[in-house]
Nanobody, 126 residues
């Protein structure tokens, strides 16, 4: 089992920045690919970004490219999401996810991820 706890959400004005953190405990953190997803009210949960075990491979959703940056610190069992130039449409609950299975490429399917945090709310005002 892997336990994931997100933090860093909040209310920010459009154009602002936030840095989300996800602290992991339980099984070995660096055995897992890590990801961020988000879910706005009335919408399905959607992929934002992921990062492989050693950080060598990173994928972003088109909506995140150039504004969001995922990183990880395996020594601290933590994954981060730096979000810049935030827009009102970025308003959502942001979830951290972990996956044991290693693949080539990216799998954005929610059901492919093994562990989930409880989420942290990000609200961007216009």
């Amino acid at each position: 089992q892997v336990q994931l706890v997100e933090s860093g959400g909040g209310l920010v004005q459009a154009g602002g920045s936030l840095r989300l953190s996800c602290a992991a405990s339980g099984r070995t953190f660096n055995d897992h690919t890590m990801a961020w997803f988000r879910q706005a009210p009335g919408n399905e949960r959607e992929f934002v970004a992921d990062i492989t075990r050693n950080g060598a491979s990173i994928f972003y959703a088109d909506s995140a490219k150039g504004r969001f940056f995922i990183s990880r610190d395996n020594a601290k069992n933590t994954v981060f999401l730096q979000m810049n130039n935030l827009k009102p449409e970025d308003t959502a609950t942001y979830y951290c996810a972990a996956r044991t299975r290693q693949i080539v490429g990216v799998d954005t399917t929610v059901s492919s991820w093994d562990y989930w945090g409880q989420g942290t709310q990000v609200t961007v005002s216009s």
